[in-house]
């Protein structure tokens, strides 16, 4: 009964290989987030999306890219990973937008 | 653009003390104020939740307040346990679009 769900756990892959990572939200919420915790532990939004729509982007390479195939999943996809890419990412949700925010466990990305 | 600061950014007490967290934001106008707790190598927990309209929130041994006007935000806890070690985030939701989250206060309590 996992409320916020994440594939892989761990993600260990080389420069410019294209990865993606899974999100799944079984709460029944309209909005999703991709949040990444960098190496000095501080989180920052990356997107996020309210009933399969983008509604934020922050300032974030476009070789990342999300997907919400429908609104209990939304994935991230990254292409020609580089080494600053390593980090932990978060996928959260939220009931609708300004609500509480639930997160799943996250997903550490090493890149070698 | 809103910024969250949290103070101190480590501290360490002994079991049965009450205690502060502290954060602030730059911006006043915030959706809500979230407090999560992160232990390491994990997700984050949600604590409490301050909508804009709110003063304060409780659960168990923990409370939070919230001062839009002068941009701070507090994290009570009381009769700290050694389980209560971890770090503790701030975060701020701007506009009920993302949370702008501070970098955090890690907890040691020892027995």
């Known amino acids: 009964d996992t409320a916020v769900s994440q594939t892989p756990k761990y993600l260990v892959t080389q420069m410019g290989n294209d990865k993606s990572i899974k999100c799944e939200q079984n709460l029944g919420h309209d909005t999703m987030y991709w949040y990444k915790q960098d190496s000095k532990k501080f989180l920052k939004i990356m997107f996020s999306?309210?009933?399969?729509?983008?509604?934020i982007n922050e300032t974030v390479p476009n070789r990342f890219s999300p997907k919400s195939p429908d609104k209990a999943h939304l994935n991230l996809h990254i292409n020609s990973l580089e080494l600053g890419d390593s980090a932990v990412y978060f996928c959260?949700?939220?009931?609708?937008?300004?609500?509480?925010?639930?997160f799943g466990p996250g997903t550490r990305l090493t890149v070698t | 653009k809103q910024e969250v600061t949290q103070i101190p950014a480590a501290l360490s007490v002994p079991e049965g003390e009450n205690l502060v967290l502290n954060c602030s934001f730059t911006?006043?106008?915030?959706?809500?104020l979230q407090w999560f707790r992160q232990d390491p190598g994990k997700g984050l927990t949600s604590l409490l939740l301050?909508?804009?309209?709110?003063r304060e929130q409780t659960s168990g041994r923990l409370n939070a307040s919230l001062d839009k006007s002068s941009g701070r935000s507090t994290l009570y806890i009381a009769a700290s346990q050694p389980g209560d070690s971890a770090t503790y985030l701030c975060?701020?939701?701007?506009?009920?679009?993302?949370?702008?989250f501070g970098k955090g206060t890690t907890l040691s309590v020892s027995s």
């Open positions: 301050i909508q804009s309209s709110q």
């Open positions: 911006d006043s106008a915030i959706y809500n």
């Open positions: 999306y309210n009933n399969k729509e983008l509604i």
């Open positions: 975060a701020a939701d701007q506009a009920g679009t993302a949370l702008i």
């Open positions: 959260a949700s939220s009931r609708y937008q300004g609500y509480e925010q639930y």
